[in-house]
């Protein structure tokens, strides 16, 4: 009896519950059909000698800027730079021009990213003093994966900074609730640090207790409703060591660019290039933040890909824009991180795969189990490649890791059963679906 499978994986090395396994993996349409020692034939095979087969990698926090500053980034180019950098879903943010804050917009930005986005995506839906009502209302909104609350300002207007506004926001919610997390009382009062023209003064400005006076409101905030809040983009030791001892309702993510760069090396080197918010911050933050990826008390690793033009982040600092690009480049940067042993597989596939889908409930990934979707990545973690500006598919064209050597690349990415991207090339467009939750 013969089974009829759409592509076969033959000879990698498979990432199978918890470990690495020299075996294969069968297709059907847009499932997971057969893991195990496959002698049928296919009309299609992948030859996966000397490489890993990986579950699909997320990226859970990503700004595609459309509708609005479609200049910068749009869904169909942010997503074309992820699945060449390996990425098969991403959640998008809601900061957008309108923003993502009522059913109209939501929909709207379901109907943009249709046969135009690469890879799976879901959307935040944008909390805002004025929509509270509609929090409570998103348990079965497709394509959604949660609320984004900016309790401190940065690109966009989405801004909820008052105490009574942000509570109602995390008691009314139904999903769980995204938390740029930085007081803007303090960062208002704080504004005498900046010194115009010196970007180094940034993380001066959005000090350490700026960004923790916000996390204690919000998590003191979820565990009094006994809800679930997620931290995005956790950037100071202070911080690190409070979460860890606050896990029943909150969990947390970091990006790459904090365990990659850090303060002032990366400002004498990038200039406003390296301006994001929150800051990067000095090596002490560096260490600790690296300290807890290794002890698994970090959640999830998001690349916070929030790419502005080359023009606009040269401009004098403060005027020029906090954020930098980062989807292409955060599997290839945590790839070399497991080639130099700051890392293990296991724990990049819990941040970037497994943790992902427990935390915000999405729908057969994060595993490569028979009857889960077909979303893998496959990597050659002995592939060396020079990072180039060039290289990049964001209309930014630019990334703040131009001219590192790193070692690890995916080199196909494979979503609902099709190969998308193979060996640096997008091969089928067009081809991602919203993710179920």
Known sequence: MSDNYSLIIKNGSCYINGRLEKTDIALSGNKIKKVGKIELNSSKVFDASDKLVLPGIIDTQVHFREPGSTDREDLESGSRAAVLGGITSVFEMPNTNPPTSNLIEFDKKLNLAKDRMHCNYAFYFGATPENINQLSKLKGLKGCCGVKLFAGSSTGKLLVSEEKDIEKVISNSDRVVSIHSEDEEILNLRKKFIREGDVQSHPEWRNHECAMSSTRRV?????????????????????????????????????????????????????????????????????????????????????????????????????????????????????????????????????????????????????????????????????????????????????????????????????????????GKVIIEGFGQPLEF
Not at 295 to 313: C, F, I, M, Q, R
Not at 349 to 363: A, D, R, T, V
Not at 398 to 411: L, V
């Open 219 to 423: 998590v003191k905030i979820a565990e009094r409703y006994n809800k679930q809040i997620h931290v995005l983009h956790v950037t100071t030791k202070e911080e690190v060591d409070f979460l860890a001892m606050h896990k029943k309702n909150v969990t947390f993510e970091i990006t790459p660019q904090h365990l990659t760069l850090y303060a002032p090396d990366c400002y004498d080197k990038l200039g406003s290039f390296a301006q994001m918010n929150p800051p990067i911050r000095k090596k002490e933050h560096y260490d600790r933040l690296w300290t807890a990826v290794k002890n698994s008390v970090v959640d999830v690793l998001g690349s916070d890909h929030a790419p502005h033009s080359k023009e606009d982040k040269k401009k004098k600092y403060p005027a020029s824009p906090a954020g930098m690009p980062g989807v292409q480049t955060i599997l290839p940067i945590m790839l070399n991180h497991i080639n130099d042993k700051k890392i293990s597989l296991e724990q990049l596939i819990k941040l970037m795969c497994e943790n992902p889908c427990k935390i915000f409930g999405i729908q057969n990934k994060g595993y490569i189990k028979e009857g889960f979707d077909a979303d893998l990545t496959i990597v050659d973690m002995n592939k060396e490649q020079i990072i180039k500006n060039e290289m990049m598919a964001s209309k930014c064209g630019w990334t703040p890791f131009h001219d590192m050597t790193i070692k690890g690349f995916p080199i196909a990415t494979i979503i609902n059963g099709k190969t998308v991207m193979s060996n």
